[in-house]
């Protein structure tokens, strides 16, 4: 009786690490400004950098978008990054933005961001896309 009881232990562990290794963090502040959501770092031709990490993004009234990604338990400062469009073929139940900045080197660098498609923040973003192609 010993061993089922271990195994099931050992299997319950198992399922919240997976659970755990899904949940994808999201938050936005009530006036839309703040939100957190993940990031993945991908180079001017559209290639992973990285995997995707936690992201804290904070959107200026001009336009621009300071990202703050975490790392190792330490938060990293990007610079500042204009956001460029959204994809068309998002994950199931997600939103995919694209955002086009300058690493801490001074490399350009692209940033998806991906946040659920029900978030508060996915129609802010959507009309900042809609009034940078309408100046262009």
């Keep these: 009786m010993d061993y089922v009881w271990f195994a099931l232990a050992v299997g319950l562990m198992v399922f919240l690490a997976w659970v755990g290794f ?4 999201h938050w936005v502040a009530k006036d839309l400004s703040r939100f957190i959501g993940y990031g993945q770092l991908m180079n001017d031709k ?5 995997r995707f990490r936690e992201t804290r993004l904070l ?7 300071l ?32 955002l086009r900045g ?14 659920p498609a029900s978030s508060k923040v996915v129609p802010k973003l959507r009309e ?5 192609s309408g100046r262009s």
């Design 22 to 25: 899904k949940i994808e963090p």
């Design 46 to 50: 559209g290639d992973a950098l990285g």
């Design 59 to 65: 959107i200026e009234p001009d336009g621009e978008i």
């Design 67 to 98: 990202v703050d990604q975490r790392r190792f338990m330490r938060r990293r400062h990007s610079s500042s990054y204009r956001l460029v469009g959204e994809s068309d073929t998002p994950p199931r139940r997600r939103a995919v933005f694209l």
């Design 102 to 115: 300058h690493d801490t080197y001074g490399m350009p660098v692209l940033l998806a961001v991906r946040v």
């Design 128 to 132: 900042m896309i809609e009034r940078r």
